[in-house]
């Protein structure tokens, strides 16, 4: 067996461990015909939009522009990242794969993506702090059609009760803070996921690198910290028990009944937030020293396989380039209503159209993507222990220091590092 085929193997045999926290098929077969039958294939982790959708003609369009037809299938996050692997062993890899980011090192890893440079696209203009979810091993793989990311929303109502100014919420003091006025009021403070799986580390990682901690080091006093003020929420009944087995849906249904002050979800939720039964608001996750804590991003990256006809890439960057320009990031945020541009200038653009998104372009501008730091594939071994650590420590089971410590134990035992 090769090394390419042994790494498909090792991928296929861990891409069930969480490589995403957030997220009926139309028809369609991997795309193996010549370069000029017309017909490419493309994969998304979208089947909630079926054919017919303002979604699905969107990627029509892109491949009329491009003189082809485009045949979509849909999957759901996990199954699209392991059927990824298996058709790359088949030799029937799609065209074209739109995949959550952090499965894009999961996939650059086994050598079965082409990188930006092969194709010819230009990544210039993305954010580089988005782009970065997409480069291992100082190569580029894909871009971003968009970032969804983390915030604080609040209950506006329960806030003026306890006399607090949402805007004076700038670090953990101010929120600790924050949370002891509603308390004594006779709410609620804040909820959020502390659940043992990647959403229990998708929420956890604002406060853990807000307190500039670092995934390298699980230990550290700065991890610490991190997970002791969370302890300490549940401790002080600013957070309520449930936290521990929370999923991102239930932290929204909590926050929906009103008696919440705080919620942390993300930009998925500002439609729900803007029909909730009271003035809702959000501000961007604080620090523990000040200013906007780096929050994970979610989102798709827009990525090719490597293909055995080469003639094809051509086409596929056509594809790409229509859905990557300025207007089409724009495009692509108002058809699923939370997708925040990855440039400048597509930022601006949806601004202008949606002045209330300020705070989610602010919070994206400042997020971080979780296999950053050339982490790759390591990514969801030390997501796995840390997750764990935050569990025991909730639960009460170990002390903050030593879940860590058993955490980074774990951690470099299984990333050999």
Known sequence: MNTKALRLTAALATATVAVGALAGCSGGTAGTGDAASGTYTWWDPYPQHA??????????????????????????TTALTNQA????????????ILIDNPA????????ILSTTDDLGLDTSSIDQNLLAAGVLDGKTYGIPIGANTLALYYNADVLKAAGVDPASVTD?????AALAKVAATGKKGITFSGINTEEGSFQFLPWFWGAGADLSDLSSPEAVEAVTLWKDWLDKGYAPNSVITNSQNTVWEEFLTGDFAFAENGTWQVNSAAKAGFTAGVIELP???????????????????????????????????????PAGFV???????????????????????????????????????????????????????LWTAVQNVLSGTQTPQQALDAAQTAAAAATGK
């Open 287 to 325: 620090a523990k020293a000040g200013g906007p804590a780096p929050a994970p991003t979610g989102g798709e990256f827009i990525v090719a396989p490597v293909q055995k006809d080469t003639a094809r890439y051509d086409t596929t960057r056509k594809i790409i380039d229509c859905m990557t320009t």
């Open 331 to 385: 495009d692509t945020a108002n058809t699923f209503a939370y997708y925040i541009p990855p440039t400048e200038e597509g930022q601006t653009e949806l601004l202008a159209e949606h002045p209330d998104l300020e705070t989610w372009v602010s919070a994206v501008r400042a997020a971080k993507g979780r296999t950053s730091d050339n982490l790759g594939t390591d990514y969801p071994l030390i997501s796995e222990q």
């Open 51 to 76: 054919e017919g959708s303002d979604w699905a003609k969107r990627v029509q369009d892109c491949g009329t522009e491009a003189g082809v037809t485009i045949q979509r299938t849909a999957y759901d």
């Open 172 to 176: 953990w003091d101010s929120l600790n």
């Open 104 to 111: 894009v090192s999961t996939l650059a890893d086994t050598g």
């Open 85 to 96: 692997l298996l058709s790359a062993q088949d030799g029937t890899s799609p065209d074209i």
